[in-house]
C-alpha cells in the first residue's frame, strides 16, 4: 500500500471521526471539570442535535450547513433546559445519582428521536458525492468543512476561556471552586454557560457523524465510549487535551483495521481508556484525576 | 474613630454544633491584629464567620458601622472585605495575572493601575505574571493570595495563616508586606500558628481557645505575660 492510499483510506477518515469524537468530547470534559461528574446522555445529545438539523432541513427545506447552527443552538437550549429539569436539584447528593439521571436522559432523549423521526436510518441529502483530487489527496468537500468547521469551533472555543472574562470564571471554577465562589463567580451562570457550550458542541458532532455517513438513534450512544476515551486519554478537564485525545482515538480506530479484524474497531477506544487509566490517569495533558 | 470590623459574642459553627462560643473581637483603622491559640482553636472558623461562611447562631458582626451578620460572601466582598482561606488559595491553573483578574472579577472591568498597585506591593510577582500560580513556591503562592485579595480595594483583609509552611525569610517578606497593606489604609486580621513572631509584629493580639477569647491586648503585653507565655507560646 503507498502513503497516499494509507492517508486516503486510513488518516482522513481517522481524522473526520477524530474531529467529531473531539467536539464531543470537549463537552465531556468541561461538564466533568466544572460540575464533576460524568454525563453520560452526551451522546443522545448528539442524536438529538442531529436529528434537529434533519427536521430543519426536511421541514423549511434548509441547506444542512444553515440548519447546523440552528440545530446548535436549539440543542445548547435543550441541554440548558435538561439541566435545570433533571441534574440541578441533585447538586447537593453525590454525583454517582447525577450520573445515573444522566444514563436515564440518555434513554429518554434517544426514545424521543425515535417516536419523532423514527428508527430507520437517515441521511441529510441523498445522492454521491466524488472525493476530489487535491494533488493526489482524496477529500470531499463535507470532509473539508467538517474539518474546518470543528478547527474554527475549538479555536473559538480556546479563545473565549482564554481572554473572556466568562471562559476564565469557567477556568476558575474548574481549578478552585471554593475559591471563585469567594471572588463572586456566579456558580449558576458558569453552570448555565457550560451546557450551552456542551450541548452546542454535542450537536455539531452530531451533524457531522450524520453528514459523514448517515443518521440513526444509536449514532451518538454508540460514539459516547470513544468520546469518554478521549476527554480521559487528553486530561479530564482539559479542552486541548480533549482535541488530542478525539484525533488519537479517531486514528487509532481507523488504523487498527491494518491489524486486526475490523469487527475490533470499536473495542480499540475501550482498549486506549484501560491503558491510560492504567499508565497515566491523570491523561496526556496532567487533567483531573478521576 | 469608629472600629472598621466589630465581631460581638458569635456563637456558631457548620452543621448544628457550635465551633464559637461567644467570640468578640475588634479591628481599629489601620491596626494589624492576630489571633493565636491552639490547633483547632475555632480560629480559623472565627475568621470565615465574618466572611459569612459559618451559620451565626447569636452574635453580631459590624463592618464600618454596618451589620453584616448572615450576608453572603460576594455582598461582604464588594462591602470591602477580602480573605485569603489558609489553603487552596490561588487558582493553581491559571497565570499570576489571571488570578488577579479573578480577584477583581465584581469590577466588571479593572483599570491598570490596579495591577500596578499590587507589582508594586509584590515585585516578585511582575516577572512571573505570565507562569502558573501552581508552579511558584510557596512563598509566591501567598503572594498571589494576597495580590488577589487585595484587587478590589478592600479595607479589611482577612488572612489564615499567610506564612504557614514557609521559611524564616519569607515570613518576614510577608510580615513586611502586610506593614506595607497596611500603610495604604487597609486594615488587617489575620490567624497565626508562629505565635511569638507574629504578637511581635501585630498592633493588637487575641488568644483564642476552644472556641472562646482568653486573653487580648497589645502584642508586646501579651508576649510579657507569663502565664500566656506558659500556655499558649510554649513557655
Ligand atoms: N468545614 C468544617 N466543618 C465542620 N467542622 C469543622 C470545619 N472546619 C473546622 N471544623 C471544626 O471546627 C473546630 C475549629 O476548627 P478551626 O477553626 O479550623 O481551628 P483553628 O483554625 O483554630 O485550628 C475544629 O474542631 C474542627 O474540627
Ligand atoms: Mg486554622
Redesign the interface.
Known amino acids: 500500500m503507498s502513503g497516499l492510499e494509507l492517508i486516503n483510506f486510513y488518516v482522513i477518515p481517522g481524522l473526520i471521526s477524530g474531529s467529531i469524537y473531539a467536539l464531543g468530547a470537549i463537552g465531556i470534559t468541561l461538564i466533568f471539570g466544572i460540575l464533576r461528574y460524568a454525563h453520560f446522555a452526551h451522546g443522545d445529545m448528539a442524536t438529538l442535535g442531529a436529528y434537529v438539523a434533519l427536521g430543519l432541513v426536511g421541514s423549511l427545506a434548509l441547506s444542512p450547513w444553515v440548519a447546523l447552527p440552528i440545530a446548535m443552538a436549539i440543542t445548547a437550549l435543550v441541554a440548558v433546559v435538561l439541566d435545570r429539569v433533571f441534574y440541578r436539584h441533585l447538586e447537593t447528593r453525590p454525583k454517582i445519582l447525577t450520573v445515573m439521571a444522566s444514563l436515564g436522559v440518555a434513554l429518554m432523549l434517544r426514545s424521543v428521536v425515535q417516536v419523532v423521526w423514527g428508527v430507520d436510518p437517515q441521511v441529510y441529502s441523498t445522492g454521491i458525492v466524488r472525493a476530489e483530487s487535491y494533488g493526489g489527496l482524496m477529500l470531499r468537500s463535507r470532509e473539508l468543512i467538517t474539518f474546518a468547521t470543528a478547527t474554527g469551533l475549538v479555536l473559538f472555543l480556546m479563545a473565549f476561556l482564554r481572554y473572556t472574562?466568562w471562559g476564565?470564571?469557567m477556568?476558575?471554577m474548574?481549578?478552585?471552586p471554593?475559591?471563585?465562589?469567594?471572588?463572586?463567580?456566579n456558580n449558576e451562570a458558569v453552570t448555565r454557560l457550560t451546557w450551552v457550550i456542551a450541548g452546542a458542541l454535542a450537536a455539531a458532532a452530531g451533524f457531522f457523524l450524520g453528514i459523514n455517513t448517515e443518521l440513526n438513534t444509536m449514532m451518538g450512544w454508540s460514539a459516547l465510549l470513544a468520546m469518554f476515551a478521549a476527554a480521559i486519554l487528553g486530561g479530564v478537564g482539559r479542552v486541548e487535551g480533549a482535541v488530542v485525545g478525539g484525533l488519537v482515538i479517531g486514528l487509532v480506530e481507523e488504523l487498527s483495521v491494518l491489524v486486526l479484524p475490523s469487527q475490533y474497531k470499536m473495542a480499540t477506544a475501550f482498549v486506549i481508556l484501560i491503558l491510560i487509566l492504567l499508565v497515566r490517569p491523570q491523561g496526556i495533558f496532567k487533567g483531573k484525576v478521576l | 474613630m469608629n472600629p472598621v470590623l466589630v465581631m460581638h459574642q458569635v456563637r456558631g459553627g457548620y452543621g448544628d454544633a457550635d465551633i464559637l462560643h461567644g467570640v468578640s473581637l475588634t479591628v481599629n483603622p489601620k491596626e494589624i491584629v492576630v489571633i493565636v491559640g491552639p490547633n483547632g482553636a475555632g480560629k480559623s472558623t472565627a475568621m470565615k464567620a465574618v466572611f459569612g461562611l459559618v451559620k451565626i447562631r447569636d452574635g453580631a458582626i459590624l463592618f464600618e458601622g454596618e451589620e453584616i451578620t448572615g450576608w453572603k460572601p460576594d455582598a461582604i466582598v464588594r462591602r470591602g472585605i477580602s480573605y485569603v482561606p489558609q489553603v487552596k488559595n490561588v487558582f493553581a491553573e491559571m497565570t499570576v495575572h489571571e488570578n488577579l483578574e479573578m480577584g477583581a472579577f465584581l469590577a466588571k472591568s479593572v483599570k491598570a493601575e490596579a495591577f500596578e498597585r499590587i507589582y508594586t506591593l509584590f515585585p516578585d510577582l511582575k516577572a512571573k505574571r505570565n507562569a502558573l500560580a501552581g508552579s511558584l513556591s510557596g512563598g509566591q503562592r501567598q503572594m498571589v493570595a494576597m495580590g488577589r485579595a487585595l484587587m478590589l480595594n478592600p479595607r479589611l483583609l482577612l488572612l489564615d495563616e499567610p506564612t504557614a509552611g514557609l521559611s524564616p525569610k519569607y515570613m518576614e517578606q510577608i510580615f513586611q508586606i502586610c506593614r506595607d497593606v497596611r500603610d495604604t489604609g487597609v486594615a488587617i486580621l489575620l490567624v497565626e500558628q508562629h505565635a511569638k513572631q507574629a504578637l511581635a509584629f501585630c498592633d493588637r493580639g487575641y488568644v483564642l481557645a476552644t472556641g472562646s477569647n482568653r486573653h487580648e491586648g497589645a502584642g508586646q503585653e501579651l508576649l510579657n505575660d507569663p502565664e500566656i507565655a506558659q500556655m499558649f507560646l510554649g513557655g
Open positions: 472574562r476564565k470564571a477556568r476558575a474548574s481549578d478552585n471554593e475559591l471563585a465562589r469567594l471572588c463572586g463567580v
